[in-house]
Every structure is written in structure tokens, then in C-alpha cells.
């Protein structure tokens, strides 16, 4: 296909002019594979070059996997949508908002006015929030001891609502929680569960909390975005955490978050196996959240993220896994796409519509970098081009 030659022209350009340092590339239709790309360098000083199994910190992107985890459960009846989470996970039991900080700096925190349910967590409504996109937390932090998420101690969880459960949509720690939830609800680690009833279903095998010394040497560098638009190698070790991130811990490749894509593309079924039900799927793919407005997600720590608007002028929603469009997108995805990221410059969408997922991967700090999320749509564009050619 030429548009899909095209493709190809595009990500090595980006690479070529140092755009992005590296970066793979892939979509499939309802049919298999449509596009596999790799280009650029795993380190931009010393490679080596970039390939389709190249690893890389997948960030938010597990938020998906910990979502249909979750979902696997209530299709069991081992978790429930709308009861209070507080049943399966007693430290959420009394939830506390803070509502501002008194003349000595010390917070102000007052009992949330209904409990936190797993729709809540699912949808980013409970409350919680993310230092790196709300002061409060910030200062919350540093007043209190309490450690920052950004350590990887369990402590870190245990941060109070900026809001009421269900009265706004706030990016935040709400999936660590539900990967929690998985934990008491199966009654095994996270890291197990995902193994057992996810990646060893799909084919899998380059995904996990813990790389294997195979993959920690196909691992990319991450690299941060300097001022005058260059990019710097920093050292970024697979730290030791007291849990496993529900909300960001996953290692992963190209082909293999593909098919975990695959799968929801195809209802649940793919590989041989079923994950979820076609229902569940569907209800995954539907805004959870009414008229609450997701709105720019303003930074706090611009050394993590700039600010977040991947979508600008365009309506958008929560599903039980991922932000969901309400309208289409410009560069060729339908209303009712489901899409995130991952802070280090990763991206993914589902087109249930036009039949057609895709990923793409770099690992650039901060977060919405300008460059990385150009090359998102101009990659997105060429997809849609081709299924159209």
C-alpha cells in the first residue's frame, strides 16, 4: 500500500530530525496487522537501533489492563460496579476531602458525603488526584510526610479527595486502588493475576511488572525534552515499589500491547480466548461519567508533564477503561473511540466503528510532548488513509 509506505516516510523522518529519539509504530483491523513499523535509536547518543521488541515503560497504558482485569471480576461477581468499595478495600472504607489548609498550613479534611465505588475509580469520578496535576496534593505532601506517589511506597495511596465522589472527573490515583481491588478480590498479587487471566491468554509474553534479563536489554532509554527542543538520555531505573501499579507499572512491547488492543477491538474474544463478555466490552467503550467535563489537565511539575489537551475543541468522555471521544477526531477516528497514554510519550486508540486500533511508542519526558503527540495524529492520519486507499 503507498499510504502505507507513507507511514513509514513519516516516523523516520520524525526520528531522522531527532523529533523523537526512536519510536514503533503499529494498527490492526478486525482482520490482522495492517501496519508494523521501527525507527530511530533506543538511546540517541550510542543506539542501538530501535526494533518492533523493543521494551518500553508503558506508564498509563496499564491503567487499560488493570481496568479489564477489574471487569473480568465483576463478570464473576467477585467485585460490584456501584457497592462501596469500602467492602473489599477497608482503608477506603471512610473516605476524607481536603478541603483547603487553615492558617497554620495544616490541611482541612472533612468526611466525603457518599461512599467511593468501583464505577467511581474506574472512571477517574472518586476524587483522588495526581501530584503532578494538582498543588493541593502537592502541599498536601510536603505538610503531612506522607511520601510522594512518584517513590512507589504503598503509603503514597493513602492521599485524601480533592472532591466528592462523583462530582467531578480528576485524573488521579484511582486505578492503583482498583489494582488493589483485583489483589483482595482474586486473592493473588497483581503481577500473577495479570499473567494468569490476561497475558498468558493473549500471547503475551514480553509484558510484566519485572523484566526479565532479556528484555531489561532491549529496554529504550528515556530521554527528557530540553527547552531548545533537544533530547537528553537520563538515567530512569526500574525502581523497587512496595506494590504493583495498577495505575502505571507495566512493561511492555509494541506487538504485545497490539494485541491486548486486538482483543478489545474484537469484543473480549481474540487469541483463542475470552476475556471479557461482548456486553462488557461494549459498556467499557461507553461515557460513564454524564456532562462531567474532563477539561485541560494543568501541570503542577512541568519536569513530568506539560500541560494536557490531546484532544483540543473535542468533546470527550470516561468508559470504564480509557477517555472515550464523543466526537470525531481530526485525523480520522470515529465518535466513540476509546484512547489514553502513558507519561512517557505513549499512545493508543480503539475504533470500534471503522474497525481499527493502533499504539504508538516513544519514551520522552515531560508527558504531551508537542513533537510526539504531532507524529500520534500524523501516524493516526496515515492509518485512516490506508484503510480508505
Known amino acids: 500500500m503507498q499510504s502505507l509506505a507513507g507511514i513509514d516516510a513519516t516516523l523516520s523522518r520524525a526520528a531522522e530530525a531527532k523529533e523523537v529519539p526512536g519510536v514503533v509504530a503499529l494498527a490492526a483491523t478486525d482482520t490482522g496487522v495492517l501496519y508494523e513499523g521501527a525507527f530511530g535509536l533506543r538511546d540517541v547518543v550510542d543506539g542501538p537501533a530501535m526494533t518492533r521488541d523493543s521494551v518500553f515503560r508503558i506508564a498509563s497504558m496499564t491503567k487499560a489492563v488493570t481496568s479489564v482485569a477489574a471487569l473480568q471480576l465483576v463478570e464473576q461477581g467477585k467485585l460490584q460496579l456501584d457497592?462501596?468499595?469500602?467492602?473489599?478495600?477497608?482503608?477506603?472504607?471512610?473516605?476524607?476531602?481536603?478541603?483547603?489548609?487553615?492558617?497554620?498550613?495544616?490541611?482541612?479534611?472533612?468526611?466525603?458525603?457518599?461512599?467511593?465505588?468501583?464505577?467511581?475509580?474506574?472512571?477517574?469520578?472518586?476524587?483522588?488526584?495526581?501530584?503532578?496535576?494538582?498543588?493541593?496534593?502537592?502541599?498536601?505532601?510536603?505538610?503531612?510526610?506522607?511520601?510522594?506517589?512518584?517513590?512507589?511506597?504503598?503509603?503514597?495511596?493513602?492521599?485524601?479527595?480533592?472532591?466528592?465522589?462523583?462530582?467531578?472527573?480528576?485524573?488521579?490515583?484511582?486505578?492503583?486502588?482498583?489494582?488493589?481491588?483485583?489483589?483482595?478480590?482474586?486473592?493473588?498479587?497483581?503481577?500473577?493475576?495479570?499473567?494468569?487471566?490476561?497475558?498468558?491468554?493473549?500471547?503475551?509474553?514480553?509484558?510484566?511488572?519485572?523484566?526479565?534479563?532479556?528484555?531489561?536489554?532491549?529496554?529504550?532509554?528515556?530521554?527528557?525534552?530540553?527547552?531548545?527542543?533537544?533530547?537528553?538520555?537520563?538515567?530512569?531505573?526500574?525502581?523497587?515499589?512496595?506494590f504493583f501499579s495498577g495505575g502505571g507499572g507495566l512493561l511492555s512491547t509494541g506487538r504485545d500491547y497490539l494485541t491486548f488492543l486486538q482483543m478489545l477491538l474484537h469484543q473480549g474474544r481474540f487469541n483463542g480466548a475470552e476475556l471479557l463478555r461482548p456486553g462488557t466490552v461494549s459498556q467499557i467503550g461507553q461515557n460513564q461519567i454524564g456532562n462531567l467535563q474532563l477539561g485541560i489537565m494543568k501541570t503542577a511539575m512541568p519536569e513530568l508533564s506539560n500541560d494536557v489537551d490531546l484532544f483540543p475543541g473535542v468533546r470527550c468522555g470516561h468508559g470504564l477503561a480509557s477517555v472515550v471521544n464523543a466526537q470525531q477526531g481530526p485525523n480520522g477516528r470515529s465518535a466513540g473511540t476509546l484512547t489514553w497514554a502513558g507519561l512517557f510519550n505513549t499512545y493508543y486508540w480503539i475504533d470500534p466503528q471503522k474497525h481499527v486500533t493502533g499504539v504508538i511508542l516513544t519514551q520522552i519526558l515531560p508527558f504531551a510532548d508537542a513533537r510526539a503527540v504531532k507524529l500520534y495524529g500524523e501516524f493516526e492520519r496515515g492509518i485512516y488513509d490506508a484503510l480508505q486507499s
Open 83 to 242: 457497592e462501596p468499595i469500602g467492602k473489599v478495600l477497608p482503608e477506603l472504607a471512610a473516605p476524607q476531602v481536603l478541603e483547603g489548609f487553615d492558617s497554620s498550613g495544616a490541611p482541612r479534611l472533612r468526611p466525603a458525603k457518599r461512599p467511593i465505588t468501583l464505577r467511581h475509580l474506574l472512571t477517574h469520578t472518586a476524587g483522588f488526584g495526581y501530584e503532578v496535576w494538582d498543588p493541593d496534593l502537592i502541599r498536601y505532601v510536603k505538610v503531612t510526610g506522607i511520601p510522594s506517589i512518584l517513590t512507589g511506597k504503598l503509603a503514597a495511596l493513602h492521599l485524601p479527595l480533592v472532591f466528592d465522589p462523583g462530582e467531578r472527573w480528576e485524573y488521579g490515583i484511582n486505578i492503583d486502588w482498583v489494582g488493589r481491588a483485583v489483589e483482595a478480590a482474586a486473592r493473588q498479587p497483581l503481577d500473577a493475576y495479570f499473567s494468569a487471566h490476561i497475558f498468558a491468554p493473549l500471547g503475551m509474553t514480553d509484558t510484566g511488572f519485572v523484566p526479565s534479563a532479556d528484555q531489561a536489554s532491549r529496554l529504550v532509554r528515556v530521554h527528557r525534552r530540553g527547552l531548545d527542543g533537544s533530547l537528553e538520555p537520563i538515567t530512569m531505573e526500574i525502581s523497587h515499589r512496595e
